[in-house]
């Protein structure tokens, strides 16, 4: 497997990402309940999303705080924040959901945030180097 040595970026962005998706897993695991009324958004949604960020967020933030690290992992997690975003965009335009405005802007908000941790995530990556066997 290619290992690569983790630029700054990389890790700052990792450990970004996992701190956020920590805070909003709880939030949604936790108030899922309240949110939905809210959001407009399923419970069960909400709590089923909740529920994978918080082992995400580990994972992540255990990449984060390594110095050498798994190059298609690392590219694995760019892919699925790309793929969390397609996802975000599809739940709004499918009709399967009836959000509020303020789920309209939750979503958006949180896909926004995501999308930019994976241009962090895909330029620290650019800049790592290559870990020599």
Request: aromatic share 10%; glycine share 10%.
């Amino acid at each position: 497997m290619m290992n690569i040595h983790s630029s700054p970026l990389l890790r700052q962005a990792l450990v970004a990402d996992a701190t956020t998706s920590a805070a909003f897993g709880l939030l949604m695991l936790i108030g899922a309940g309240p949110l939905s009324g809210v959001l407009g958004l399923p419970e069960m949604l909400l709590r089923i999303a909740g529920l994978v960020l918080l082992p995400y967020a580990g994972f992540i933030g255990w990449l984060g705080m390594r110095e050498t690290i798994s190059k298609p992992i690392a590219w694995a997690v760019v892919l699925g924040n790309a793929l969390w975003v397609a996802d975000s965009v599809l739940l709004l335009v499918s009709g399967w959901v009836a959000p509020t405005s303020a789920g309209y802007a939750f979503v958006i908000a949180q896909a926004l945030v995501v999308l930019m941790y994976a241009e962090f995530q895909y330029v620290g990556l650019r800049r790592s180097q290559e870990a020599v066997a």
